[in-house]
Structure formats: structure tokens, C-alpha cells
T-cell receptor, first 113, second 111 residues
């Protein structure tokens, strides 16, 4: 039972490069979320999805894009990497029913130099 | 979703109960209280949640006051491995179930 799988675990990018952070879950969860966590801070919501084909912005969406073509996958795209996007990124998923917790992946640590 | 406030840090002796408070004075009637912890920089780990009744599982107990304005997470016999940042989150049940994280409580369990 893999749960929520995030790849890669670590990445260093140069300013202006682009990349996609991958997130996959094998629990058939409808809801998926992307968060970022800066040092010493709590997690902040970037984007979320309530099902395949449906996405919406969270608290800090600028500089990111997402897509949700399948139930299992929810990739996060950085188009023009900036130093301010240096952070740890977490993906989470949950069932559609009320009263269910989110399950988090192990994170992707991203540095932009 | 209601905002939650927690103390920045707490210490607890190993083997003793750790009591972590959370204030959520603006919580609405349909919002649950969820607790997570984050060890080092790993992904947040779900601990427990409740609406208005006290709850217990294999990890912890959750005590919610009758007016629901505050709650306490209890780790009955803290170990060194319980050293982590603990987050209390109020989550509504209509729509997106988004989490708004505060800065949490940094619990240090002392040998």
C-alpha cells in the first residue's frame, strides 16, 4: 500500500527553469492538494482538486499550475522558477466523504539557485 | 474555516503525559478539529480528530470543551519519538475540506 507518492525527493533548479513535481495516490481518493512549507512555517495551500478535471486555487497559487486528468495523479508545474519558490512541497489526498483526514506524501525538497 | 492558535513550544518529560492545547474560539458548528504532527521535515502525520465528543485512539486522546472553543491533545506516555511539531486545524464539512495550517506547537520530549 504505497499511499501518496511524490517524486523527486530532492531537486535543484536554476532560476528560470521549469519542472513538474509528481504526485500519485493509489487509494482512489477524489480530493488532492498541493502545499508548500517554508522554513519554520506551517504549510500553505497552493492548489487543490475535488476530482478529475476539476482544480482550484489555494492561498498561494502564483507561479504554479496544476492539472488533474486522472484520479490517481496530480502534478504541480513550475514554469519559470524563482528563488522565492525554494521550499518543501507536500501533496495530500483524501476520500470524498465527510470526516476523513488528508494523507500526506513525504515531500519534495526544491532549491532554486 | 476557523483560525486556531497554539503555544509556540512546550517541553515534556519522557514517560509523562503531554497535554497540547489549542484555541479555536470562532469554530462553527460543522467544523471538526483535526490534529497532525510533523517529525523533522517529513509529511504531516494524522493523529486524531473530533467534533464535540472526546475521542481516543491508539496514538492519543482528544478532549474538546463543551463550548467547543478549545481542545487538548493528550499523548498519555510521551516518548522521545513524540518530539515533533503538532498542528491543530479546524476543518469545515461543506465543499473542499481545505486545511489552514498555523505554525503549530513544537513539543520537545526530554529524557
Amino acid at each position: 500500500n504505497a499511499g501518496v507518492t511524490q517524486t523527486p525527493k530532492f531537486r535543484i533548479l536554476k532560476i528560470g527553469q521549469s519542472m513538474t513535481l509528481q504526485c500519485a495516490q493509489d487509494m482512489n481518493h477524489n480530493y488532492m492538494y498541493w502545499y508548500r512549507q517554508d522554513p519554520g512555517m506551517g504549510l500553505k495551500l497552493i492548489y487543490y482538486s475535488v476530482g478529475a478535471g476539476i482544480t482550484d486555487k489555494g492561498e498561494v497559487p502564483n507561479g504554479y499550475n496544476v492539472s488533474r486528468s486522472t484520479t490517481e495523479d496530480f502534478p504541480l508545474r513550475l514554469e519559470l522558477a524563482a528563488p522565492s519558490q525554494t521550499s518543501v512541497y507536500f501533496c495530500a489526498s483524501r476520500r470524498g466523504q465527510t470526516n476523513q483526514p488528508q494523507h500526506f506524501g513525504d515531500g519534495t525538497r526544491l532549491s532554486i539557485l | 474555516d476557523a483560525k486556531t492558535t497554539q503555544p509556540t513550544s512546550m517541553d515534556c518529560a519522557e514517560g509523562r503525559a503531554a497535554n497540547l492545547p489549542c484555541n479555536h474560539s470562532t469554530i462553527s458548528g460543522n467544523e471538526y478539529v483535526y490534529w497532525y504532527r510533523q517529525i523533522h521535515s517529513q509529511g504531516p502525520q494524522y493523529i486524531i480528530h473530533g467534533l464535540k465528543n472526546n475521542e481516543t485512539n491508539e496514538m492519543a486522546s482528544l478532549i474538546i470543551t463543551e463550548d467547543r472553543k478549545s481542545s487538548t491533545l493528550i499523548l498519555p506516555h510521551a516518548t522521545l519519538r513524540d518530539t515533533a511539531v503538532y498542528y491543530c486545524i479546524a476543518v469545515g464539512t461543506s465543499g473542499t475540506y481545505k486545511y489552514i495550517f498555523g505554525t503549530g506547537t513544537r513539543l520537545k520530549v526530554l529524557a
